[in-house]
DNA sequence: AGATGAATAGTCGGAATCGACTATTGTGTG
DNA sequence: CACACAATAGTCGATTCCGACTATTCATCT
C-alpha cells in the first residue's frame, strides 16, 4: 500500500466520488506532483473496495449513464490515518534520474555538458512556472504546502545546476 | 530503457566487471541514490547482452568458481552517450510522497502534524549527515557532484521543512 | 435520423520489479 | 578433515503498472 492508495483515499474523504472525476483532477491538478495512470486508479479503486476500505456502488442517476460512485468507510478512513501519518513522518529515498547522469559527467566533453545542463536549467524554469502559477487553495493549506514544498525544492535544485554550469562555462571559455 | 540501463553501462564503461561486483558496488555506495535489487541488475544485464549493448562471457580464472564478465560493447557505448545527454538534459518529474502527506495536512490536529515533522527532520538530518560522510572521488568528479546535488536537496527540504514545523508549532503553543 | 464526440466505465496482456529461494566452489576455522 | 561462510551465479512466481483497447449512453451538430 503506497502513497497512491493514500492519495485515493483522501480525496475519497473529502468528497465521495467517481472513477472519472478522480482521475481528471490528478491529471488537470497533480500530474506534476503524481505519476499515476487511470488504468492504475481504477485497479487501485477496486483493491480498496475489496480490501473493504472504499464501498463503490453503481448508480442510476436520472437517465444519465452509470457511474459507479466511491464513497471511503471507516476502516478506509482508520488506514488513511495511518497511511497519513506513515507518509508524513518518512523522508524515503527519493531517486533523480539526473543523478546518475551526473556521475558519467566525466565521459562527456565540457561543451557537451554545458549544453545538457542548459537545457534542464530550461525545463527547471519551466516547471517552476508551472508550480508558481498553479492556483492554491485547492482544498486546504495541505495543499498549498505541497506546492510551496516543490517550488522551494526545484528553486534549490535549479540555483544548483546554475551555479554548476557556471562552473562548466567558465573552463570552457577559458 | 531507463537510468538503472545508463548506470550498469556506465559502470561497465568505466571497467569490465561481474554482476556479483557491479550489486556490491551499487549496494554499499550507491543506495542512497539508486534503488536496484540484486535481481533487477541481473534481469537488466542479461537484457543489454540481449540488447547487444554488453557482451557477457563466463571466465574460469585459475581454479576460482565461475564468474561471468561483463564487457561494453561499441554499440553500447553508443547507448550509453545517448542515455548520458537524455538524463542529464531532462529534469523529468520527480515524485515526493512526502507530498501526498502534505496535502492532506488539514485533516490532523496541529500536534500530530508536528510530531510528524519532528520525524521527518530526524530522517532528513540522518540522511544530510550520510551524504556529508560519503567519500568523495568515486570515479570523478561527476559521483561527487551526484552527492553534492543531494546534499543541498536535501538541505532544502530539511530547511523547509524545519520552518513548516516553527510555523506548527507556534501555533500549538499559544 | 445519423454521425460524432465527451463522459463514464472498465479489461487485458505484457513488461518491470522484487523477494525468496537454490546452486556451486574455495577458503578459513575448530 | 569437516563444516560453515563468502563469493558468485542465477531462477521463479507474485505483484504492480501501464498502454492500448473496448463498451455504453447522452448531447450536439448536420
Known amino acids: 500500500m503506497d502513497e497512491r492508495s493514500l492519495l485515493l483515499l483522501g480525496m475519497l474523504k473529502s468528497q465521495s466520488q467517481h472513477g472519472y472525476q478522480i482521475n481528471e483532477f490528478i491529471e488537470k491538478n497533480l500530474s506534476r506532483m503524481v505519476d499515476m ?3 492504475t486508479a481504477y485497479t487501485l479503486l477496486e ?3 475489496d480490501q473493504g476500505y472504499v464501498d463503490g456502488t453503481m448508480e442510476q442517476a436520472g437517465n444519465r449513464p452509470q457511474k459507479k460512485v466511491y464513497t471511503i468507510t471507516p476502516t478506509g478512513e482508520q488506514k488513511f ?9 518518512h523522508a524515503g529515498v527519493i531517486q533523480f534520474p539526473f543523478d ?3 556521475m558519467f559527467l566525466d565521459s562527456l566533453p565540457d561543451e557537451d555538458v ?5 537545457g534542464h536549467l530550461q525545463e527547471l524554469d519551466r516547471q517552476i ?3 508558481e502559477q498553479t ?3 485547492g482544498f486546504g493549506r495541505g495543499v498549498d504546502l505541497a506546492v510551496e514544498h516543490r517550488l522551494i525544492m526545484s528553486r534549490a ?3 544548483w545546476v546554475a551555479s554548476i554550469l557556471q562552473r562548466f562555462q567558465s573552463l570552457t571559455d577559458e
Chains 1, 2 share one sequence.
Do not use: A, M, N, T
Open 37 to 39: 495512470k487511470r488504468s
Open 47 to 49: 483493491r480498496l473496495c
Open 81 to 89: 490515518f495511518e497511511l497519513l501519518h506513515e507518509y508524513l513522518k
Open 100 to 102: 546518475i547522469g551526473l
Open 114 to 118: 554545458s549544453l545538457c545542463l542548459q
Open 129 to 131: 512556472v508551472g508550480f
Open 135 to 137: 492556483p492554491r487553495h
Open 157 to 159: 535544485e535549479r540555483d
